[in-house]
């Protein structure tokens, strides 16, 4: 197996190519069109072939993100059923080369948002990273959200490895343990805590006197 990140160092946006080396079959999680070139130079390299590029949520209203990732020659999958992408539910199995990867819904962030199970990993997106992502740094839905991490990816094993869409001071990878514990957003709150946190992020939320 071959797992490689590309960071963002302005923007904190992240970018996984997870691929199975003796089948030569590669996916992409959350890539950029910006980086087709760098992309592209990093399947030529092992002659990978792409089966699928995975989008855990996008902000993408015009459509143009979505033409520059199709040059890649591979599915767009992402959770609203857009035109020119194919749509997966909770549950779905896409396979790359011998290794299943598991969809799960995981709306909040925006309404349609995904993460992606593959072995002891999830890369769950701006999931966790509720005030992190430079497009929509507030939670679409945030009672879906709470839902999403509390009676979903909360109750996967603690030593799960999760991968996020977006970070801050370079920190990528984190465990289901360590967020139920130290998450500044859900650790030791309630859902009411929650919801009330989560609206004063967002920028129509009246300011306390």
Known sequence: MNFHILHDAHSGEMSYLLADLEAREA?????????????????????????????????????????????????????????????AAHGDVLCFGQEPLRVLATPGHTLGCLSFAWRDRVFCGGLLAVDACPHQPYPAAPEALWDSVTQGVFLLPLETLLFAGHERRARAVSTVLEQRLWHPLFAGLSRDDFLARAAALHPTTPCAA
């Open 27 to 87: 996916v992409l999680v959350d890539p950029h069109g910006r980086d087709l070139p760098v992309l592209q130079a990093l399947l030529n390299e092992r002659k990978l072939r792409l089966r699928w590029v995975l989008r855990t949520h996008h902000h993408d209203a015009n459509g143009g993100e979505r033409a520059l990732l199709a040059r890649l020659g591979a599915p767009l999958v992402q959770g609203d059923g857009a035109a020119g992408t194919q749509c």
